[in-house]
């Protein structure tokens, strides 16, 4: 399937949705059939600072472990809670309820440097 | 694949294909000073010979000594059935299989010794296993600052000085450790000082991760751990103890008194005291922690058809997997000596741990009272178990001539804290329920000898009354 061309994207799978200052967080559907069965999830506490580029989770499947990387800068301001009991929607709904957390845009000019659908496409597809 | 050792042909085109001619060459980053020299070894020697020489050698250890040490090592009473069992093939290695839930028996001997530590602690998750006790308390002391996203640990002084010193090894360069002072005076002298904890817990900038403290601690006190544990908390830091798995069937456990993580050696659990190990590394955590602990955990499930099973759980955070950022790269599985203290506690039962804490505590009662008859103090006044320290002067001469009249008359402190004076002229004396009645009267005749210069009147001297075997160290 092709990424959804509202988003943007990391090269280590993270996509990034954009609503005037606030971002949402979470992995693609890439990342999430890569990865497997995804069992739990460890998200940083609402307020704290993320830096671009800088592990600020975990994400654990049956068989592996991944450090999840900010897209951009900014401060966490909500977390998916649904996620403690239901780590499993990450891999059932990946673009929609399986989100990770929200955050504020530091520097709208990180954006810029993510990738769009179509490019992520073409990393996906070039392995 | 053939698993024939390389040619010097496969050496040289090795070599050649990294542009090096000797194969020294791959360590010139080591220093030459801390490189290994050539081993001096003697000529060879005929078999017999050799079988001699050694027997001679072996000859020279005292095994008849009527031994009052403890010091973090401890003589029990195991069952004979605990060394028969762990002979038996099925068991006879250190590992966990490499596809572990083929092995259903080793899983469930591990998820039995998860299951009867967690008793002891009071705690839900226990990781089967570490090295020993230094190796336990220092993963628990990182557990803290992953947890916590902090970076300095206090530790207690009452904490065993080997344990200190692996605690530094491991945080030496990443991570800050103080260590909070022990009380010189009063009824709690030689406990952890409650005010200088609270005076470094509350550094705003630089926020503390854990905070370690041993009971009974080094020097054989109870200290008070649910308030430590309180303070620790009150910081947002996280509270270590360190534990003597043995003092637990009496003394109020961990996860009773607030800890979140227990480490401790396991050694008194059925395994013989060994002069350098193997030993086995205890720790213990609440659900809340389950990610940080680092080791194999056993679970227990069921399979397709509804029977019961055991599975290796949350694998995916150990170091095959996670390489670097693995839970712990500095730990193994000692399996066979989980092994030992499942069954030692398996054939001791509740009560007979009990017994035994409770027949060394009586005992180091008798062996307190008996001394104070001939003078000699303890050096503090707070609770203590079955350890306890007393002061006498020159104590290293002491300890010398008491080996010579059969008595290890446990440490000399000043050997294991050079640096304290408080502990400078002070012996730390244990007793199990190996110690006997007649041993602690003979024990303390001798030192009266010693100290007096005169033979005791009254009570026969000497050891290796055959009447008391149990008294020899194993």
Redesign the interface.
């Known amino acids: 399937m092709s990424a959804p061309s509202d988003l943007r994207y990391t090269r280590d799978h993270e996509w990034v949705r954009v609503d005037g200052d606030t971002a949402t967080v979470g992995i693609t559907q890439y990342a999430a059939d890569q990865l497997g069965d995804i069992v739990?999830v460890?998200l940083p506490d609402a307020g704290r600072d993320l830096e671009e580029a800088k592990p600020f989770g975990v994400v654990?499947?049956?068989?592996?472990?991944s450090?999840l990387f900010a897209p951009i800068s900014g401060a966490v301001t909500a977390i998916n809670d649904a996620l403690g009991s239901q780590p499993e929607l990450v891999n059932s709904d990946p673009f929609g309820a399986g989100w990770m957390l929200t955050m504020t845009v530091a520097d709208p000019t990180q954006l810029d440097d993510l990738l769009d659908g179509t490019a992520y496409d073409d990393l996906v597809a070039a392995g | 694949m053939p698993y024939g050792p390389h040619t010097t042909a496969d050496r040289e085109r090795m070599l050649g294909a990294l542009g090096l001619t000797h194969i020294d060459q791959l360590f010139d980053d080591i220093p030459a000073a801390l490189r290994a020299s050539a081993l001096d070894l003697p000529p060879p020697e005929p078999e017999l010979e050799l079988s001699a020489r050694l027997r001679g050698l072996a000859a020279r250890n005292r095994t008849d000594l009527v031994s009052f040490l403890g010091a973090g090592v401890y003589r029990h009473w195991s069952p004979p059935a605990v060394d028969q069992l762990l002979l038996r093939g099925e068991w006879y290695t250190a590992y966990t299989p490499y596809q572990p839930e083929v092995s259903q028996g080793t899983l469930q001997s591990i998820y039995e010794y998860q299951s009867l530590i967690g008793e002891l602690v009071d705690l839900d998750v226990v990781s089967a296993s570490h090295y020993d006790g230094a190796a336990a308390t220092a993963e628990a002391a990182l557990m803290a600052c992953r947890a916590t996203r902090r970076e300095r640990v206090l530790v207690s002084r009452s904490v065993h000085p080997h344990y200190r010193a692996t605690l530094r090894t491991y945080f030496e360069g990443r991570l800050t450790l103080e260590e909070i002072p022990l009380l010189e005076n009063g009824d709690d002298a030689g406990t952890t000082d409650i005010g200088a904890l609270e005076t470094m817990l509350g550094d705003a900038d630089h926020p503390v991760a854990g905070v370690v403290v041993a009971n009974p601690d080094f020097l054989g006190l109870l200290e008070p751990m649910a308030r430590i544990g309180e303070l620790a908390h009150a910081a947002g830091a996280l509270f270590v103890a360190v534990i003597e798995p043995v003092s637990l069937a009496v003394l109020t456990p961990p996860g009773a008194y607030g800890a979140d993580i227990a480490a401790g050696e396991g050694q008194p659990l059925g395994i013989a005291p060994q002069y350098g190990g193997p030993y086995l590394g205890v720790l213990a955590t609440t659900d809340a922690l389950v990610r940080q602990i680092p080791g194999r955990l056993v679970g227990m499930t069921t399979d397709l058809d509804g029977q019961r099973a055991f599975v290796m759980t949350l694998r995916a955070r150990e170091q095959d997997i996670r390489r670097d950022k693995a839970a712990s790269n500095i730990c193994t599985n000692q399996a066979l000596l989980a092994l030992a203290a499942s069954i030692y506690l398996a054939a001791i039962g509740p009560h007979g741990l009990r017994d035994v804490a409770a027949t060394g505590a009586a005992r180091a009662a008798e062996l307190e009272a008996g001394l104070a008859a001939i003078g000699v103090e303890r050096l503090h006044r707070g609770a203590y178990l079955n350890e306890f320290a007393v002061r006498l002067p020159d104590a290293r001469t002491v300890h010398r001539r008491l080996i010579e009249r059969g008595f290890l008359a446990g440490l000399v402190l000043a050997d294991a804290e050079p640096d304290d004076p408080a502990l400078a002229d002070a012996l730390l004396l244990c007793t199990t329920e190996l110690t006997s009645s007649g041993d602690i009267a003979r024990f303390v005749a001798a030192l009266d000898e010693v100290l007096t210069g005169r033979p005791s009147v009254g009570v026969e001297t000497g050891a290796g009354d055959p009447a008391h075997p149990v008294g020899a160290a194993r």
């Open positions: 739990f460890e654990e499947s049956v068989k592996a472990v450090d």
